[in-house]
């Protein structure tokens, strides 16, 4: 038998010993005689089946804490995978962002280039067209004023012509005109 099941049952025996012992015979003494013996039992029972039980459900317990801290220790370890593969997956996206500004800043620097180029070959070709244009007009109005001018003069020669020409200035015309023609 174990020990402290004797350590309990020695004061009990004790107790009822003295019971027994007194000459009371009252009904007091036999009711307390029952119940502490009975408590007495009890409390060995409980002490026995519960700490058979208590250990039982203590260990079930300790495991299942045990198993949880296990569980959660391995989700943090996934975590803190999951969080390191999303960061470098976070890092390349900036990088790839980085890298496609870049481009596009080059991209838009390269067709800003090509438009000004394009604008001053279209600004030179507008200007050689226009002077082009201003020099064909120009000819054109000194052709108008030479022809105005000309048929200003003939006019006015045919009106003053017929004073100032007489027969003799008319012969000696001719005459020049022949001797041009036959030289």
């Keep these: 038998m174990p020990s402290w099941i004797l350590a309990v049952a020695e004061p009990v025996a004790e107790a009822m010993e003295l019971l027994e012992d007194s000459e009371e015979g009252d009904l007091f003494a036999k009711v307390l005689d029952s119940n502490l013996v009975n ?47 999303q960061q ?28 000004l180029e394009q604008a001053d070959r279209e600004i030179e070709r507008l200007r050689a067209t226009a002077e082009k244009d201003v020099s064909t007009e120009q000819e054109r109005v000194l052709q108008e004023l030479r022809r105005q001018i ?15 020409l007489t027969d003799q200035v008319q012969q000696r015309l001719i005459d020049q005109g022949i001797q041009m023609i036959a030289r």
Aim: hydrophobic letters at 45%.
């Design 39 to 85: 408590i007495a039992i009890i409390l060995i029972l409980l002490f026995i089946l519960g700490r058979k039980v208590v250990g039982e459900a203590l260990a079930k317990r300790r495991e299942a804490i045990l198993e949880e801290l296990q569980q959660a220790e391995h989700r943090k370890q996934e975590a803190i995978e999951k969080l390191a593969d």
């Design 150 to 164: 000309v048929r200003q003069a003939l006019s006015k020669v045919e009106q003053e012509l017929p004073q100032h």
């Design 88 to 115: 470098q997956k976070l890092a390349q996206a900036q990088q790839e962002a980085e890298r496609i500004l870049r481009q596009a800043e080059a991209n838009a620097e390269a067709r800003r280039q090509e438009l």
